[in-house]
């Protein structure tokens, strides 16, 4: 099975703290996104990466970057963190090449920023 | 661009009723549509996709989704609700040939099933 891990379930920062987000997936997958939750929004993309190194911007990735060093591993980062950065953080991946596949996704991580 | 729209936020069922969750997409040319579940404090779940073929897809707990070319719907079914059911469910689309893109998620519904 694979599998997706986030390194917090829950997570308290305070306002302009930097804060890491680490997402660590074992089934080799080219692909890695970063999504977040809000009520009433649904899941809205960040950020994805295609292989390592590489990133693409998604639909709201202002106040956000990523670090792919190592293609099992998908960092978000908050550079200076704010009030309406409280939400739930989903990581994702996929393979790529291997036809019409789904995302798998992890746990998620509640952050919350006071 | 792709969009998914799921009309409402929350369905209320009785327990053994049949239940559906409504799905409409916009995207050019035959889209890949998948729906996944999310139960409360976890990650999203995977329950069935379409890609090509027969309508009627069937996927994980007992749940289907009817595939709808002219009505551009991909509704979610069960014939039978169960109080376990009781989660929040997302639609989502990929467009045709884009590779393995990002998928557009739906705003999803909250589902409650009440014995």
């Known amino acids: 099975d694979v599998k997706v891990t986030q390194s917090s379930r829950y997570l308290v920062k305070r306002t302009g703290e930097k804060v890491f987000l680490e997402c660590v997936q074992d089934m080799d997958h080219e692909n890695m996104f970063w999504y977040r939750q809000d009520p009433g929004l649904g899941l809205r993309l960040i950020y994805f990466?295609?292989?390592?190194?590489?990133?693409e911007k998604g639909d709201i990735p202002e106040g956000y970057s990523v670090s792919r060093e190592k293609k099992e591993r998908f960092s978000l980062i908050l550079e200076s963190a704010s009030t309406n950065q409280t939400s739930m953080y989903l990581c994702a991946s996929s393979p790529q090449g291997r036809g019409v596949v789904e995302q798998f996704f992890g746990p998620g991580t509640r952050l919350t920023v006071l | 661009a792709q969009s998914v729209a799921q009309p409402e936020d929350q369905v209320n069922v009785a327990e053994g009723n049949p239940l559906t969750v409504k799905c409409t997409y916009s995207?050019?040319?035959?889209?890949?549509l998948f729906w996944y579940v999310q139960y409360p404090n976890r990650g999203l779940q995977f329950l069935l996709k379409?890609?090509?073929?027969?309508?009627l897809v069937k996927g994980s707990y007992g749940f289907e989704a009817e595939f709808n070319k002219s009505q551009t719907s991909f509704h979610l079914k069960k014939p039978s609700a169960l109080v376990s059911d009781s989660a929040l469910y997302f639609c989502a689309v990929r467009e045709p040939n884009s590779g393995n893109t990002p998928l557009v998620f739906g705003k999803g519904t909250r589902l409650s099933v009440i014995a």
């Open positions: 990466s295609y292989d390592v190194k590489m990133k």
């Open positions: 995207v050019s040319g035959n889209p890949y």
């Open positions: 379409y890609i090509t073929g027969d309508n």
